[in-house]
């Protein structure tokens, strides 16, 4: 296995394994999995500029944070705007609606996604059509789902997540909700079975695309993070999240 310090961890070998492993799952996921190749998302969550470059370099584009402040940091950080032009940011945590307007003029902020009430939406949907010069396009934002309906954990309830989504669409013109996510409940044992967070998920998946009458390839959903992400595509998942297998584990915040 990859050497553990955080100094010394090799950033293009651990984004490689997990790119070499994403095909593997995918070569043998069962056919009737109608879902595109999954998109990865670098989660540099305290990791330093250096890190996402490196793994920039590599050929990674899209990366993810889950603070709004590491996110507002490293978005403008001098050295990533100018050796990684081509960069897409994802916003993976709680967004706070007095945080709305410095998240969304971020340079190369590709997704939010994390809209999991029809008040953030309806404030990002303003947000969005007052930012100038104006956006050539809507918003991409996905529909969070707090599949293990822990209190800690944001997210709308499962069954309450196709109307969010219905919402979104039909009365938010400058959202494009393009999908859903879950973070769910952490260390699941999978001798038990398949994992019931991505279960509850793909079971949204189906009702929303049965109710839009939708492609199921057409609705992404994001799920899966460094400890599960195979485990996820297996289900169908098109956007893993994963950090520790890429940069290395984190020191714990104090």
């Known amino acids: 296995m990859l050497r553990h310090t955080m100094a010394e961890f090799d950033v293009n070998a651990g984004l490689q394994l997990v790119l070499k492993r994403i095909e593997t799952v995918l070569a043998s996921r069962p056919k009737e999995i109608k879902a595109g190749k999954p998109l990865l998302v670098a989660v540099s969550k305290t990791k330093p500029a250096e890190s996402v470059i490196e793994a ?6 899209h990366f993810g944070e889950n603070y709004v402040q590491e996110l507002v940091e490293k978005s403008q950080h001098p050295q990533i705007l100018a050796q990684c032009p081509d960069i897409k940011w994802h916003l993976i945590g709680h967004l706070q609606g ?3 307007n410095k998240v969304l003029k971020l340079p190369n902020l590709h997704m939010i996604q994390t809209v999991d009430s029809e008040k953030l939406a309806d404030k990002l949907d303003a947000a969005w059509s007052k930012l100038e010069p104006p ?16 209190d800690v954990k944001s997210g709308i309830d499962a ?3 196709p109307s ?4 979104i669409s039909s009365n938010l013109k400058h959202l494009q909700p393009v999908g859903i996510m879950t973070i769910g409940a952490y260390g699941f044992d999978y001798s038990n079975g398949p994992n019931p967070d991505f279960v509850s998920l793909m079971a949204v998946h189906a009702d929303i695309c049965q109710a839009n009458a939708l ?3 057409a609705l992404q959903v994001s799920m899966g993070m460094s400890n599960d992400y195979d485990r996820a595509i297996e289900m169908g998942s098109t956007i893993v999240r994963v950090g520790t297998a890429i940069f290395g584990h984190r020191a714990s915040k104090a």
Do not use: C, D, H, W
């Open 164 to 167: 969010l989504y219905q919402y």
């Open 56 to 61: 920039y370099n590599a050929g990674q584009r």
């Open 215 to 217: 492609p199921a390839e």
């Open 135 to 150: 956006p050539s396009e809507p918003l991409r934002i996905l529909v969070q789902v707090n599949t293990s309906e822990e």
């Open 98 to 100: 007095n945080k709305i």
């Open 159 to 161: 069954s309450a997540a």
